[in-house]
C-alpha cells in the first residue's frame, strides 16, 4: 500500500513494505520540488529549492553566510555569480518565517539523519548541483 503523506514538507509516500520474516515496515520517501530548470542553478535557484523542500537549518546556514559576505568561503558550488543581496536575503527572511512550523519528512519520522543527505538526495534528482552550506566539514 502506498500513501501520501500532506502533513509534511515536502510530501512524503509511505511504502510499506515487509522483512523476509513477514514483519511489516513502512518505507518514507520524501516527494522533493525542483521547480526551476534552468541547466546550471544560480544561487537563487537553489534557495527556491531549499525553500520548497522545507530545509530550514540550510536556509537559515545561508542567511548566515550571506549576511557575513562568506559565499566565497562557505557556499559549494559558488562560482562568483553576481547576485543581489539584499533582495536574497529578503527572500530567505520571508521563507524562514513562511515555513515556520512546518514539519520535514525527517522530523516526523526520524529518517536519512540530516538537511545535507536531502541535499544529496535533491542534487541527484535534479543532475544538477546546488548552492548549499556543508556543515559537516
Known amino acids: 500500500m502506498q500513501d501520501i503523506d500532506?502533513?509534511?514538507?515536502?510530501?512524503c509516500w509511505a511504502e510499506d513494505k515487509k522483512f523476509e520474516w513477514g514483519?511489516?515496515?513502512t518505507v518514507y520517501h520524501p516527494i522533493f520540488?525542483?521547480?526551476?530548470?534552468?541547466?546550471i542553478f544560480k544561487l537563487e535557484d537553489s534557495i527556491t529549492i531549499i525553500v520548497e523542500n522545507?530545509?530550514?537549518k540550510q536556509l537559515l546556514s545561508l542567511h548566515n553566510v550571506l549576511i557575513n559576505y562568506e559565499e566565497f568561503d562557505r557556499i559549494e558550488n559558488y562560482k562568483e555569480e553576481k547576485f543581489d543581496r539584499i533582495k536574497i536575503l529578503g527572500l530567505i527572511d520571508?521563507?524562514?518565517?513562511?515555513?515556520?512550523?512546518?514539519?520535514?519528512?525527517?522530523?516526523?519520522?526520524?529518517?536519512y539523519?540530516?538537511?545535507?543527505?536531502?541535499i544529496s538526495?535533491?542534487?541527484?534528482?535534479?543532475?544538477?548541483?546546488l548552492h548549499f552550506v556543508n556543515w559537516s566539514e
Open 6 to 11: 500532506e502533513s509534511t514538507v515536502p510530501f
Open 23 to 25: 514483519e511489516p515496515y
Open 33 to 39: 520540488k525542483i521547480s526551476p530548470t534552468n541547466s
Open 54 to 56: 522545507n530545509l530550514k
Open 94 to 111: 520571508f521563507y524562514l518565517k513562511e515555513n515556520e512550523g512546518k514539519l520535514t519528512p525527517y522530523e516526523k519520522y526520524d529518517e
Open 113 to 118: 539523519g540530516n538537511e545535507l543527505y536531502y
Open 121 to 129: 538526495s535533491i542534487e541527484e534528482k535534479a543532475n544538477r548541483k
